[in-house]
């Protein structure tokens, strides 16, 4: 804004004078500034209403309407737990089942003798076979059930065995350079198990150079009965199979894993007969659904309350010289009035609570019975009992964490208890209908974007026309006050020229 110096002639306030020759203007542009920001307001309360609808669209919503979330709440508990440890999945029947776990499974073991060099120093890694007495040669390996040859030669390191084992299927082979043996192991199971075949005598000699010969090899060369009674040989531990009886069936498995009809089993020791017992989890249901009220409740008295605000009529955004005549406090109690009415008896407001609650009135078949929520002792507060505002909320009977209801009867748990695949089924439609619902509103339109319940385009539409027409009109208004400073600019010259004539005639004239 240009630095004016004026009314030194005329003595008049200008600038108060051209404020208020422009004051018709001024409040013409104003009215358009507080209408856009209004509608600022009015976009921010929908994006947190929003925000909260989608919250529950989104999570709770689309997590309680798959069956499978009520179908899983079930108990599995076995008398012994130090033997066995049960979960169970929600194809499981409620009962009890016997279980006796027989053998555990374990992996196949091979211990080395010891190896020497024949000056005594200690053998590593890096040893070369040849030092241990090892020719070229092969090994022939059965790793579960199937034969492996294994190619050996004098100057391999004991780091390429142990590496070319495991390549042929042995879980472990390492070499423990203080207890300066071969330590060999399968995974667990009998169908991971593995030996050593000597085929003749040249395999038998590499088996003892290694340290890994075993009974059983000298007599694969030699015949039975042929081992030498005064020879150490490398230990073999054969692998098992874990073998458990579930209701007098006898299940095998390689590991200590079972998954039997809905039961996964993990044997932990051998014991006697032990009881699972499987039920439903009446609790873990209760407080799925409870949960999911409270979190529409919340949402439901949300909306209510925006839609039921007390109107502020009278009360406009305040401009910068009316918020300058107030205190900080004064200028927020007076915001707060406007954008606490923003969404008062708003339209969308109302089809979206309208949507909500119809969705959740819906009545529902299951196996020929029809249900609907009070079926379960699940209904709004009656009209003297309801608090202001929460009109939509529903309140579970017998819920002692709610004063309006607690008093009543709990038929939701007893539902649960006595028939809760029905109840599942109810309830899974309910909330898949009102999830159908909220999706078709939120659905993008030319108005509205994607997941968005109120149009939010149109308002950015409206937001954007109205920072264009306050642009006009600030425009126009430079234009009138330049026009009527030039007026008072054309009067102060002109009264500065007739000052300079009368000063020359009175000098004339001898004044």
């Known amino acids: 804004m240009p630095i004016r110096i004026t009314g030194l002639n005329s003595g008049l306030d200008t600038d108060s004078i051209v404020k208020e020759l422009v004051s018709a203007y001024s409040i013409k542009k104003d009215k358009y500034v507080k209408a856009q920001t209004k509608l600022e307001w009015k976009q921010d309360a929908w994006k947190e209403m929003n925000s909260k609808i989608y ?13 499978g979330n009520f179908t899983s709440k079930k108990t599995t508990t076995i008398s012994d737990s130090t033997k066995a440890k049960i979960s169970a ?6 009962g009890t089942q016997k279980l006796k776990v027989n053998a555990l ?6 211990t080395g003798q010891e190896l020497k060099k024949a000056n005594g120093d200690k053998i590593t890694n890096d040893t070369m076979l040849g030092e241990l007495g090892v020719r070229d040669g ?7 059930g199937e034969t492996k040859t294994v190619n050996v030669t004098a100057d391999m390191k004991i780091s390429d065995l142990t590496k070319a084992l495991k390549e042929q299927g042995i879980a472990t082979a390492n070499f423990d350079a203080t207890q300066q ?17 000597a085929t003749d005598q040249s395999s038998l000699d590499i088996l003892n150079g290694l340290g890994l010969a075993t009974k059983d090899n000298y007599e694969q060369v ?48 051998v014991s006697e007969e032990m009881t699972i017992t499987t039920a439903t989890d009446v609790d873990g249901i209760y407080n799925m659904v409870k949960d999911f009220l409270k979190e529409y409740n919340e949402v439901m008295n949300s909306m209510e309350k925006a839609f039921n605000a007390a109107s502020a009529k009278g009360y406009e955004p305040l401009t910068d010289d009316e918020k300058s005549e107030m205190s900080d406090k004064e200028v927020e109690k007076w915001e707060s009035k406007i954008k606490d009415s923003i969404l008062r ?43 202001e505002n929460e009109s939509y909320a529903l ?37 898949t209908g009102l999830y159908e619902d909220l999706h078709e509103k939120m659905g993008s339109t030319e108005l509205s974007s994607v997941f968005t319940v109120y149009n939010d385009k149109q308002m950015k539409i409206e937001y954007d026309e109205y920072t264009e027409t306050i642009k006009k009109w600030e425009k126009k208004l430079e234009q009138i006050e330049e026009s009527y400073y030039k007026k008072f600019a054309a009067m102060e010259k002109a009264l500065a020229t007739l000052q300079s004539q009368q000063n020359s005639l009175s000098s004339l004239l001898g004044g």
Request: glycine residues 8%.
């Open 55 to 67: 919250g529950f669209y989104s999570k709770t919503l689309s997590n309680i309407k798959m069956l």
């Open 89 to 94: 999945d929600s194809t499981v029947t409620n």
């Open 105 to 110: 499974a374990s992996a196949g073991y091979l």
């Open 138 to 144: 092969s090994l022939q390996l059965k790793v579960g």
């Open 181 to 197: 043996r071969l330590f060999l192991n399968s995974a667990s199971g009998v169908e991971n198990d593995f030996e050593f075949v």
């Open 222 to 269: 030699h015949g039975t009965g042929s081992a030498p009674t005064d020879k150490t040989f490398a230990n073999k531990t054969d692998a098992t199979n874990a073998v458990i009886e579930l209701n007098g069936a006898v299940f095998e498995s390689a590991t200590n894993e079972f998954a039997i009809n809905g039961l996964n089993i993990t044997a932990l020791g």
């Open 345 to 387: 008896r708003d339209d969308t407001l109302s089809s979206i609570m309208s949507t909500m609650s119809m969705a959740m009135s819906r009545t529902f078949e299951v196996d020929g019975k029809t249900y609907s929520l009070s079926s379960f002792g699940i209904s709004t507060a009656g009209y003297f009992n309801r608090t």
């Open 395 to 431: 309140h579970i009977d017998g819920d002692p964490d709610d004063t309006t209801s607690s008093a009543n009867a709990d038929k939701l748990r007893k539902a649960i208890e006595q028939d809760p695949d029905t109840f599942a089924s109810f309830f899974t439609q309910m909330a």
